[in-house]
T-cell receptor, first 116, second 112 residues
Framework: GAVVSQHPSRVICKSGTSVKIECRSLDFQATTMFWYRQFPKQSLMLMATSNEGSKATYEQGVEKDKFLINHASLTLSTLTVTSAHPEDSSFYIC????????????FGEGSRLTVL | GEDVEQSLFLSVREGDSSVINCTYTDSSSTYLYWYKQEPGAGLQLLTYIFSNMDMKQDQRLTVLLNKKDKHLSLRIADTQTGDSAIYFCAESTQGSSYKLIFGSGTRLLVRP
């Protein structure tokens, strides 16, 4: 099946620094990618929808300037957590859909961010 | 708004059947999904059902959909210790088959 890869899988950073997480569709073109955040022992919360070549659509309550999303190509979307703070520590998961397909999302393995 | 609810925990004995339940609110959902998450890992799609179906079977998995009551269930036959994980149901949101709203997840513990 289709594969979505995230990098890095784990990252530890100091408070105040910025961290970039990549989401790649390895064997298909992803017109739309989604970014989710998961707190420990909780569900996934949709943060934003990213369409290739256009600005991301953020969910209510998600700070656009804090979580910068770029979807510059059909195989890559990036999430940058700017000026990270300990409360940004979380598990970030992306998902992607194949162009022209319906009914299935492919999820990345997730990236665990720890902000010290 | 959309909301998806699940019970938090289920414990079964190995070899028994497991039934995980889910209720949702968006009657316009096109697809409903079941995902599995093992510790520290991403999500694995187990199965999904189109909203005009009421049942789907895939090997040990059976999905039942009661659209009138907005109730979805996942039955795992002959549950194995490797099935221990968190199971999330999710509904697609109005206007998009791909934008999902997830339930809180049900932690399934399979006892030997």
């Amino acid at each position: 099946g289709a594969v979505v890869s995230q990098h890095p899988s784990r990252v530890i950073c100091k408070s105040g620094t910025s961290v970039k997480i990549e989401c790649r569709s390895l064997d298909f073109q992803a017109t739309t990618m989604f970014w989710y955040r998961q707190f420990p022992k909780q569900s996934l919360m949709l943060m934003a929808t990213s369409n290739e070549g256009s600005k991301a659509t953020y969910e209510q309550g998600v700070e656009k300037d804090k979580f910068l999303i770029n979807h510059a190509s059909l195989t890559l979307s990036t999430l940058t957590v700017t000026s990270a703070h300990p409360e940004d520590s979380s598990f970030y998961i992306c998902s992607a859909t194949q162009a022209g397909e319906s009914g299935e999302l492919f999820f990345g393995e997730g990236s665990r961010l720890t902000v010290l | 708004g959309e909301d998806v609810e699940q019970s938090l925990f289920l414990s079964v004995r190995e070899g028994d059947s497991s039934v995980i339940n889910c209720t949702y609110t968006d009657s316009s959902s096109t697809y409903l999904y079941w995902y599995k998450q093992e510790p520290g890992a991403g999500l694995q799609l187990l199965t999904y059902i189109f909203s005009n179906m009421d049942m789907k079977q895939d090997q040990r998995l059976t999905v039942l959909l009661n659209k009138k009551d907005k109730h979805l269930s996942l039955r795992i036959a002959d549950t194995q210790t490797g099935d221990s994980a968190i199971y999330f149901c999710a509904e697609s949101t109005q206007g998009s088959s791909y934008k999902l709203i997830f339930g809180s997840g049900t932690r399934l513990l399979v006892r030997p």
